[in-house]
C-alpha cells in the first residue's frame, strides 16, 4: 500500500513535469490563428504508476497511447480513454502480487523494437519499468531517440534504479538530437503534502491492524498476507523473499 500510494503520485508528477518541459500545449485547441492538435503520450508499463499518469495525460487533453508486458492490463487503459499498444512478445506474466514479470533479453529487444515506431510519433514518452531488486530494464535506446522529433520529452521514471532509458542521468536533463531526456528522482516530494500524507495514513493503519493492546506489542502473525509480504527482517533473519 504504501508503495502504491507513492507510485500513484509519482504517476501525476511525472505528467506535469513532462508537460513543463514540452514545448508546446498538451490539449487540441481552437484558436483564431486555426486548431492545434493535442500532443500525443505514450506510457510504458501499466502499474500503479502507469495508471495515473494515463489518467492525468488525458484530463490535460492529450491523446494517450499505453504498452505493458500484460495483456490483462488492456481493459484498464481503455477504460481510461487511451488506447492499448498491442506487442506480441510471447509468453509474460505477472506475480502475485500484479506487478508484471521480467522479461528475457530476446523479448525486451523485440519489444525495442517494435515499440519504437511509437516513440517516434510521440511527443511525451513516459517509462515506468522497475524490477524489485534488480537493474531496471533498458527499453528505449538511442536509435529510437534518434527517431522522435526536436522537441520531445522523455521521462524516466526508473532513473534512480538504473534507467529505462540509454543516457538518462539522476536527477539531470539531458538533450539529445534535441529530445530532453529526463530523469528525476523522488517524484511523489513533488506533492509532498499528499505524499506525507498518504504515506503517514499507509503505517497509522498497518499499526492499528496488528496493535495487540493487551500486550502492548506488535503481533507479527506470518499466516497473514499482509504481516508476510510486508516485513522485510524479523528476529535477525530476512524473510522477505525479494530481499533475500
Request: proline content about 2%; hydrophobic content about 40%.
Amino acid at each position: 500500500m504504501s508503495l502504491s500510494s507513492q507510485a500513484n503520485l509519482a504517476g501525476y508528477s511525472a505528467v506535469i513535469e513532462s508537460s513543463r518541459h514540452l514545448s508546446s500545449a498538451l490539449p487540441m485547441m481552437m484558436t483564431a490563428a486555426g486548431t492545434l492538435k493535442p500532443a500525443r503520450v505514450f506510457i510504458i508499463g501499466v502499474g500503479v504508476a502507469g495508471l495515473q499518469a494515463i489518467a492525468t495525460a488525458k484530463r490535460l487533453g492529450a491523446r494517450v497511447e499505453a504498452f505493458d508486458t500484460r495483456d490483462v492490463v488492456e481493459e484498464q487503459v481503455n477504460s481510461l480513454g487511451a488506447k492499448f499498444v498491442k506487442i506480441d512478445l510471447g509468453e509474460t506474466g505477472q506475480t502475485d502480487q500484479g506487478y508484471a514479470k521480467e522479461l528475457t533479453p530476446e523479448q525486451i529487444i523485440k519489444q525495442k523494437d517494435l515499440q519504437s515506431e511509437v516513440c517516434a510519433r510521440s511527443d511525451i514518452v513516459i517509462t515506468t519499468a522497475q524490477l524489485f531488486g534488480r537493474p531496471a530494464p533498458q527499453l528505449i535506446d538511442s536509435k529510437t531517440i534518434d527517431k522522435m522529433k526536436p522537441g520531445s520529452v522523455i521521462f524516466d521514471m526508473a532513473v534512480e534504479s538504473g534507467g529505462n532509458v540509454e543516457g538518462s542521468v539522476v536527477d539531470e536533463i539531458i538533450i539529445k538530437n534535441g529530445v530532453k531526456i529526463i530523469g528525476v528522482s523522488n517524484l511523489a516530494s513533488n506533492v509532498s503534502g499528499h505524499a506525507s500524507l498518504a504515506l503517514s495514513n499507509n503505517f497509522n493503519h498497518w499499526i492499528c491492524d496488528f496493535y495487540d493492546k493487551d500486550t502492548s506489542s506488535i503481533n507479527f502473525d506470518f499466516e497473514d498476507e499482509i504481516v508476510k509480504s510486508s516485513v522485510i527482517a524479523f528476529d535477525g533473519k530476512i524473510l522477505n523473499e525479494r530481499f533475500q
